[in-house]
Nanobody
Framework: VQLQASGGGLVMAGGSLRLSCVAS????????MGWFRQAPGKEREFVAS????????DYVDSVKGRFTISRDSAKNAAYLQMNSLKPDDTAAYYC??????????????????WGRGTQVTVSS
């Protein structure tokens, strides 16, 4: 499966962005989805994940209550709604996909499929 992330941009602190991840080349509905981010000089960090049916989700503590992951299997897409953005959220954001019984996974190494990053910059 191939993934394409989009929706990044420059936003002021407190603003919102919605990232999209569109999949092609496979039955996307069978894949668990994850969003990760990587700031310059830092390791790639887990942000959020959703099970293949979207019934279970997981978030890193720093985004709980501000970010929401969702998916639309009919459109082969997953989304990350980001509200109340902070300068610390500035990073390149990546979507990733994996198969497996475990519905939510935080380790980047467990995701074999990745999209190119989309840059999110939050100004103070």
């Amino acid at each position: 499966v191939q993934l394409q992330a989009s929706g990044g941009g420059l936003v002021m602190a407190g603003g919102s962005l919605r990232l999209s991840c569109v999949a092609s080349g496979g039955p996307f509905s069978n894949y668990n989805m994850g969003w990760f981010r990587q700031a310059p000089g830092k390791e790639r960090e887990f942000v959020a994940s959703a099970s293949w049916r979207g019934r279970t989700t997981d978030y890193v503590d720093s985004v709980k209550g501000r970010f929401t992951i969702s998916r639309d299997s009919a459109k082969n897409a997953a989304y990350l709604q980001m509200n109340s953005l902070k300068p610390d959220d500035t990073a390149a954001y990546y979507c990733a996909a994996r198969r497996g019984v475990k519905p939510n996974e935080r380790r980047p190494s467990e995701y074999p499929f990745w999209g190119r990053g989309t840059q999110v910059t939050v100004s103070s």
